[in-house]
């Protein structure tokens, strides 16, 4: 079986998936990190992450680069949605994703185009999405506990930005997959939203 789980930042999505992969014990691949290891690495690099050409040569990533804390922080996940935007980007990181989905056994995956572009064929496909508020409230708070000071409006200017960027590129944008099932999880706490995930999990299965 594969799960696809794409939503917008902070929804709530790889929170869910982990709580999927880990109920139907389903190999997972977060695909946020694959952009944010490109973002980190042009950074460090002092690269331009709005030319393509400086991103392309930052798609050379080592793999240990994506356990590094540094991809977590807010600063790599815009750049993130910066060379995202660019095609050839996508294009480097297509196969591999592509083949961690088609994997023996099933695989589950999170992003923004897993159930459009990277596994269209998956068998169960959700769309979690939650208001720009409350995703700011939730990311605001998730910062804060890692001791990192930043104000309410900026955090939600930021996840303005990103959705604006991410569902506006040409390739490959934040889109709904037309047969994914919406999970809106802005009044669920963690534990109903991951039981409603399963709920429709379980739903897909039986329908065959
Ligand atoms: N239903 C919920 N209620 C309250 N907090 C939540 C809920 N779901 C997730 N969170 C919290 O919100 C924050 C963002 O969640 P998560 O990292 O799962 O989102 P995401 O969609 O994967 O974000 P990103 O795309 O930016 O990585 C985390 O701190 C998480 O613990
Ligand atoms: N399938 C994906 C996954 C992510 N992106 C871009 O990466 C940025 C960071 O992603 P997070 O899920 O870790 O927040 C995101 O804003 C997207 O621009 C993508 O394009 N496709």
């Given at each position: ?7 917008p ?12 992969a880990?109920q139907?014990?389903?190999?997972h691949l ?7 290891a ?6 460090r690099?002092g ?9 392309v040569?930052?798609?050379?990533f ?8 540094f991809?977590?922080?807010d ?5 993130a ?5 660019h ?15 088609q ?5 589950l ?7 459009t572009v990277?596994?269209p064929?998956a ?8 208001t720009?508020m409350?995703?700011a409230?939730?990311?605001h ?20 930005a990103r959705?604006?960027r ?26 109903a939203a ?6 429709i ?8």
């Amino acid at each position: 079986m594969i799960i696809a789980v794409d939503g917008p930042a902070a929804s709530g999505k790889g929170t869910i998936a982990r709580a999927l992969a880990r109920q139907y014990n389903l190999p997972h691949l977060d695909t946020g990190l694959l952009y944010r290891a490109v973002a980190a690495t042009v950074l460090r690099e002092g690269l331009d992450p709005s030319k393509e050409a400086d991103a392309v040569a930052a798609c050379g990533f080592d793999d240990s680069l994506l356990a590094d804390p540094f991809l977590r922080t807010d600063e790599v996940g815009q750049t993130a949605s910066i060379v995202s935007a660019h095609p050839l980007v996508r294009a480097a990181l297509l196969a591999r994703q592509k083949r961690f989905a088609q994997q023996p056994g099933g695989a589950l995956l999170d992003g923004r185009d897993i159930g459009t572009v990277i596994a269209p064929e998956a068998e169960v496909k959700l769309f979690v999405k939650a208001t720009p508020m409350i995703r700011a409230q939730r990311r605001h708070l998730e910062l804060r506990k890692n001791g990192i000071n930043v104000s309410l409006d900026k955090v939600l200017a930021d996840i303005r930005a990103r959705d604006e960027r991410d569902s506006q590129r040409s390739e490959a944008p934040l889109v709904q997959a037309a047969d994914a099932v919406t999970l809106d999880t802005s009044f669920l706490s963690i534990d109903a939203a991951v039981q409603r995930a399963v709920e429709i999990v379980e739903k897909k299965r039986a329908s065959g």
